[in-house]
């Protein structure tokens, strides 16, 4: 009857033992997961960021663009230039071969470039 009672609490203390790791694991992973996602968010937001500054700086120093009057915005390195200003046809050529140039820019919508 002892071997039994010893057996059967040896059983039991392997069985949630074995269960807390399996619990322990769950609750672990689902953080870092979390953590993970968290990252790549907060790397793609600062790509974007660095891109567009990157495209006002380098359309504000062109001769021939009116880089003050071009709004910029990033979104998972898509870029879109816009303008309340017309810019010639050339100047909007200038200034989207400017952003395709930069790195980390997957693509340019200029149709918010309103050409003369």
Same mark, same amino acid.
């Given at each position: 009857?002892?071997?039994?009672a010893?057996?059967?609490?040896t059983?039991? $203390?392997? #069985?949630?033992?074995m $269960?807390n &790791?399996?619990f322990?694991? =769950? *609750? #672990?992973?689902? +953080?870092?997961?979390?953590a *993970?996602?968290?990252m790549?968010n $907060?790397?793609? =937001? %600062?790509? /974007?960021?660095?891109?567009?500054?990157?495209?006002?700086? /380098?359309?504000? #120093? =062109?001769? &021939?663009? +009116? %880089?003050?009057?071009?709004k910029v915005?990033?979104?998972h &390195?898509?870029v879109s230039?816009s303008?309340?200003?017309?810019v010639? =046809?050339a100047?909007?050529d #200038? $200034?989207v071969?400017?952003?395709?140039?930069?790195? %980390?820019?997957? *693509?340019?919508?200029?149709? &918010?470039?309103k050409?003369e």
């Amino acid at each position: 009857m002892k071997k039994f009672a010893i057996a059967a609490a040896t059983a039991t $203390a392997l #069985t949630l033992t074995m $269960a807390n &790791g399996a619990f322990a694991a =769950e *609750s #672990t992973q689902a +953080p870092v997961m979390l953590a *993970s996602n968290t990252m790549d968010n $907060a790397k793609q =937001e %600062g790509s /974007d960021t660095w891109i567009t500054t990157k495209v006002k700086a /380098d359309l504000m #120093t =062109e001769k &021939g663009v +009116p %880089g003050s009057d071009i709004k910029v915005e990033t979104s998972h &390195g898509v870029v879109s230039l816009s303008s309340d200003v017309k810019v010639t =046809e050339a100047q909007k050529d #200038t $200034a989207v071969r400017i952003t395709k140039n930069i790195k %980390g820019v997957k *693509s340019v919508m200029a149709d &918010g470039l309103k050409a003369e």
